[in-house]
């Protein structure tokens, strides 16, 4: 025995020092379960930021285990609380065991059960706790990608910078990523008079009973900046809300401006397609 036991326990946390090493475990492996053979993290960030978040998860993974192990071992080694023949409580040593420590009473160096160090880090610990919600709804849930609901709240659509075009080849009808439609529109309208084109986006409702919105959102770096294209549809009647959808149609001109470019379609046919592996990225829909 080497120390007298404290007159008063102090008290512990469920987890303790525990509670760190597992958050970055979590944290980690949330973020591996979004990226490792998933495309579940392009419904939040662009595809080019893949290898720093697999990079970020195996290290939180490391940093994680490496804290467990290394609080596990200090577990092991802490005094625990025994009664000698005679029924006096003293702290036991684990280690004294290996090292032939000579055990008495009241000689004790006053330590307890502790680490020693003593330090408050208990409200500390519960604010990182917070991070633990957004870890398990990733994990477990994985919410979708943004979709009518932040189009619909962007009031101005994002405005198209002028590009050089180059000539479109001369089919019966042309697939154009969105973005290319509206610059076209604005800038080259000639190349779209007379064109039939077909658009992928996804639906939101219309200002007036006959039209509707194709959408798309592109992000800079995440989900936070994505910035919202849309084009008016008439002619056909307007799908549900997100849905994706290939609208083939001809440019009608109108009052689209640098300023609030929307652009109107005139549709002929609209199909129902699957929401493409990557909602951020711009592509014009497959030809065909």
């Known amino acids: 025995m080497t120390a007298k036991p404290p007159t008063r326990p102090r008290r512990r946390r469920p987890l303790g020092e525990l509670g760190l090493p597992l958050l970055l475990v979590l944290t980690g492996a949330s973020l591996l379960r979004a990226t490792v053979r998933s495309d579940v993290h392009l419904r939040y ?6 290898p720093y978040l697999v990079a970020s998860g195996v ?10 192990a290394a609080e596990v ?8 609380l025994r009664r000698d023949a005679s029924g006096h409580a003293y702290w ?3 280690g004294d065991d290996h090292a032939g420590a000579h055990h008495g009473h009241g000689d004790g160096d006053g330590h307890g059960p502790g680490d020693g160090h003593g330090h408050g880090h208990g409200g500390a610990t519960r604010v990182a706790w917070l991070l633990a919600v957004p870890a398990l709804t990733l994990l477990f849930v994985a919410p979708p990608a943004l979709g009518s609901y932040t189009a619909q709240r962007e009031g101005a659509a994002a405005r198209v910078e002028r590009t050089a075009y180059e000539e479109l080849a001369d089919a019966p009808t042309t697939p154009m990523a969105l973005e290319e439609f ?9 190349s779209l008079r007379g064109r039939k084109v077909r658009l992928l986006g996804f639906v939101t409702a ?3 009973p006959d039209t509707w919105f194709l959408n798309r959102l592109k992000v800079g770096c995440c989900a936070g900046d994505a910035r919202t ?24 001109p109108g009052e689209s401006t640098a300023d609030d470019p929307v652009p109107t379609l005139e549709a002929g046919v609209v199909e129902t397609v699957p929401e493409p592996r990557n909602p951020y990225q711009d592509a014009p829909p497959a030809a065909g």
Do not use: C, F, N
């Open 59 to 68: 290290l939180l993974v490391l940093l994680g285990l490496t804290g467990l």
């Open 45 to 50: 960030v662009k595809e080019g930021l893949w």
């Open 182 to 190: 509206i610059g076209r529109s604005l800038y080259d309208s000639m």
């Open 206 to 208: 219309g200002t007036s």
């Open 73 to 80: 071992t200090r577990r092991m080694r802490r005094p625990v």
């Open 92 to 94: 036991h040593h684990p």
């Open 229 to 252: 294209l849309r084009v008016q549809v008439r002619g056909v009647k307007a799908p549900a809300d997100d849905t994706w959808v290939e609208v083939t149609g001809v440019w009608r």
